[in-house]
């Protein structure tokens, strides 16, 4: 029975073959809850800490970090979905347009994205929101996840409008070693971080944590998605794929928020905990990811097309790393790297007045505020 739901009486009938719900008569006697006399004292916002802090986490205001409750009114007025960008050439250029290569380009780098903002999701949902002891911040990493998923939503949109093999496009990552590489990278970085044992209070821990964040926020989020969606951008600017583009154009808007909110919490959690990064273990985090890029790279662009390349990838990633590490306050891991794409600052920052695609205007109530350097 498909009818559709209905919010005014939702009291569907249950299946037959579950058992019939047994009938309990038991006397209740609800008891009130007594406060002890610490439970009643208010608590005040000097208290909050980003982690292990004491203050009253349902509290939301009076605000200790109000650039935290900023990034999530800004990220509202952001909201868009999926369905609001036409597919329809897309299906058209996909079939008759895209070369060989170009399909190959396009096709892995939705596989990658796919498993990637799954992982997004629950790295942000389960392994740090539940660590941050400020509701502010972890109201901001709510809409996080909800945007993450919406993330996921896109491109399954995608992968259902060109009519993809779902089976083959989600198992991508498992059987091609390049693609797996990014993917595992990630995996490990999240695993460490997730045990149920694992103890903030711990000063090793505490180092750990803050270099899995810096790892998903900077690297993960900052440099793989920020010059990740290139490929495809590169198309877009040849006319190509403009509907799937635009979709990744939001997508990034999303990216450079999460990144620039990262940012700001490991910057303040290393000031307010008196942790400096080690840079030999910042060093391995960079050389890791340069490492996983360039085979990545090297697969989906294993023949060129017009006008990208891998080696232009990644120098790119090289360039945004740097611009990175200067946001965090850390040492930049590839000095002298160029910016050898310009353009991509500018598919960031797109604006309804900067609409260079063709494709249909999209409100946006706040294009400008969320310029990035
Ligand atoms: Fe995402
Ligand atoms: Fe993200």
């Known amino acids: 029975m498909n009818a559709a739901f209905r919010f005014d009486d939702w009291d569907t009938p249950v299946p037959t073959a579950n058992p019939p719900i047994p009938t309990v008569n038991r006397k209740f006697s609800p008891k009130m809850e007594t406060p002890d006399a610490a439970s009643l004292a208010p608590t005040n916002a000097a208290d909050k800490r980003i982690v292990n802090g004491k203050a009253d986490i349902n509290q939301l205001a009076p605000f200790k970090y109000p650039w935290a409750w900023e990034f999530f009114l800004k990220a509202n007025r952001n909201h868009w979905t999926p369905l609001e960008i036409g597919m329809a050439q897309d299906v058209h250029d996909y079939q008759h ?88 990278l990630a995996n490990r970085r999240l695993e460490r971080v997730m045990r149920a044992d694992f103890d903030l209070t711990d000063r090793t821990n505490l180092h750990e944590f803050a270099l899995s964040y810096f790892f998903f926020a900077v690297i993960f989020e900052g440099c793989w998605f920020y010059n990740g969606f ?61 490492a996983a ?64 695609f063709e494709t249909r205007v999209t409100e946006y109530q706040t294009g400008g505020a969320l310029a990035w350097d």
């Not at 941050?132 to 896109?154: D, F, K």
């Not at 990744?248 to 450079?256: A, G, N, P, S, T």
């Not at 990208?308 to 946001?327: D, K, S, T």
């Open 97 to 184: 347009k895209l070369s060989a290569a170009e399909r190959h380009v396009f096709e892995n780098v939705l596989a990658y994205l796919t498993t990637s903002d799954i992982l997004a999701m629950r790295n942000i949902g389960l392994a740090v929101m539940e660590k941050m002891s400020a509701p502010e911040l972890q109201i901001y990493q709510a809409r996080q996840v909800y945007e993450e998923a919406l993330h996921t939503w896109t491109y399954q949109h995608c992968i259902e409008s060109l009519g993809l093999d779902q089976q083959e496009i989600y198992n991508r990552y498992r059987v091609v070693p390049e693609i797996h590489g990014k993917i595992a």
């Open 230 to 290: 290139t490929p495809v951008f590169a198309l877009q600017r040849r006319g190509l794929m403009k509907g799937a583009a635009e979709q990744l154009q939001y997508i990034m808007r999303d990216e450079v928020l999460h990144c620039a909110f990262g940012i700001r919490v490991i910057r303040e959690l290393l000031i307010e905990e008196n942790l400096t990064l080690d840079p030999d273990a910042l060093r391995e985090l960079w050389d890791e990811a340069e």
């Open 293 to 356: 890029e360039s085979a990545y790279a090297g697969y989906i662009l294993r023949e060129p097309i017009l006008g990208y390349n891998a080696e232009l990838h990644v120098q790119q990633f090289r360039f945004i790393a740097n611009r990175r590490a200067r946001q965090v306050g850390v040492a930049e891991p590839f000095p002298g790297a160029e910016n050898v794409l310009p353009w991509l600052d500018e598919q960031a920052n797109l604006r309804k007045e900067k609409n260079f």
